[in-house]
């Protein structure tokens, strides 16, 4: 009687039916701090139909998050203002494999955007895996075509996962790492999907140790526009003279606009003052959208490095009649954590129409947490802050672009 008993418990534990089933697990029982992280669902089709998978889901791959795990530090561009960054995606393949009934395939799925030290944490799991109704494109001739009529938003019964599961970190010497990170150096080399994801890996954690192999990849893969963001990310992390020399090599290398915003983007979150001649050298352009881009972003690289050199590039670039680079010049401004700012900030305070520019005023908060802007015409508004600069030139303190302040409590010029 106890086994018919068990079964029955287990039963009644599972779905009532399900077209997937998936188990999920972390690729080791433990990993090595500073090590990729990897997570294995193992799907396999327990129902009577055929389901794609693998770049079939219109929906994100399962999201990965840590239990009080420690955030890898992603530095911004304009401090308390609005973020800049080059954003990810997924996308849909158009003939992809089918997995049929009773068979089964695996996904793996790397953590991002953490740097855990050793210890246990608990990896939360959710979301849906990568399997989709679609009709297969290719039928063996001859053979009766499959009738679908299910659509490709309709929900596989059994993808979506909500699971915990149980994370070991241990301490590990740079020797350890070496020989953890060899079966990724050694992938990395294929253009298989095993080797995007070695790369993949490699990137996200960026270790120190694997620069000359990252600046490797770089030369070998560098026209690769999937592989760009990931690689310039890694470069900046790892923010040594030869990584930041190489990002300024590679988008000199480069003639795709997009490959050199990724590496911009980049250099410009660095925040060193070595790489200002470089940003200071982008920011005539070439008034193509994705040019713009890239002088917005050396713009508000140079504010970030601060000083009165960063005033002085940004003073003597050429003006821009897109509102885009326009807006970055003087948010930078703000950002420079320089009294020599401010006086720009107020010639340069106008906007369209005559109005006062609300980036203007932003960069004037942050750099001395004072409201800057009443509603009132330009004219008077200038006018005021003039006045209110001559009298406290000699006094007023300047703040951080990272110190943010509650905007509703802080005091008016007037």
Not at 49 to 73: C, H, M, T, W
Not at 89 to 107: A, I, R
Not at 275 to 286: E, I, T, V
Not at 300 to 323: F, H, N, T, W, Y
Request: charged content about 20%; proline content about 7%.
């Amino acid at each position: 009687m106890i086994k018919p008993l068990t079964v029955a418990i287990c039963l009644l534990a599972a779905p009532a039916w399900a077209q997937v089933e998936v188990q999920v697990r972390t690729e080791k029982p433990q990993f090595l701090a500073g090590e990729p992280i990897f997570v294995i669902a193992e799907v396999k089709n327990v129902g009577t139909e055929q389901v794609a998978y693998d770049g079939a889901s219109v929906k994100p791959p399962p999201e990965l998050s840590v239990r009080n795990g420690e955030r890898r530090i992603i530095k911004g561009l304009t401090g308390c203002g609005s973020g800049s960054g080059v954003g990810g995606g997924f996308g849909v393949t158009d003939h992809p494999p089918m997995l049929q009934p009773g068979k089964s395939t695996t996904f793996r799925y790397l953590l991002r955007g953490y740097r855990l030290k050793p210890g246990t944490y608990e990896l939360h799991v959710s979301g849906t895996v990568d399997v989709a109704w679609r009709e297969p494109s290719f039928v063996q001739t001859g053979a009766p075509r499959p009738a679908f009529t299910r659509s490709i938003t309709e929900p596989v019964e059994g993808a979506t996962i909500d699971r915990t599961l149980a994370l070991t970190i241990t301490a590990a010497s740079e020797e350890a790492l070496r020989t953890a990170y060899a079966p990724y150096l050694a992938a990395a080399e294929s253009f298989s999907r095993a080797g995007r994801e070695a790369v993949n890996g490699i990137l996200e954690m960026a270790p120190a140790f694997l620069e000359p192999e990252i600046r490797r990849l770089v030369k070998q893969r560098g026209h690769e526009r999937g592989f760009a963001y990931a690689a310039a990310e890694a470069l900046a992390e790892i923010d040594t003279p030869s990584s930041r020399a190489e990002l300024i090599d590679w988008f000199d290398r480069s003639n795709d606009l997009q490959i050199r915003s990724s590496i911009v983007n980049a250099v410009a979150r660095a925040r060193q003052p070595d790489n200002l001649p470089f940003l200071a050298s982008l920011l005539p352009g070439r008034s193509t959208q994705v040019d713009n881009r890239i002088r917005s972003d050396a713009a508000l690289g140079i504010g970030m490095i601060g000083g009165k050199a960063a005033v002085e590039a940004l003073r003597d670039a050429p003006r821009s009649p897109d509102p885009l680079v326009a807006g970055a010049m003087l948010l930078a401004l703000g950002n420079t954590q320089s009294k020599a700012a401010i006086p720009i900030l107020i010639e340069r305070a106008e906007g369209q129409m005559g109005y006062v520019s609300n980036d203007a005023c932003s960069a004037l908060i942050t750099l001395t947490h004072r409201s800057w802007c009443g509603g009132v015409g330009l004219e008077e508004t200038q006018s005021k802050w003039r006045t209110w600069w001559a009298a406290n030139a000699r006094d007023v303190r300047v703040y951080s672009p990272d110190d943010c302040p509650d905007r509703s409590t802080l005091p008016h010029i007037w």
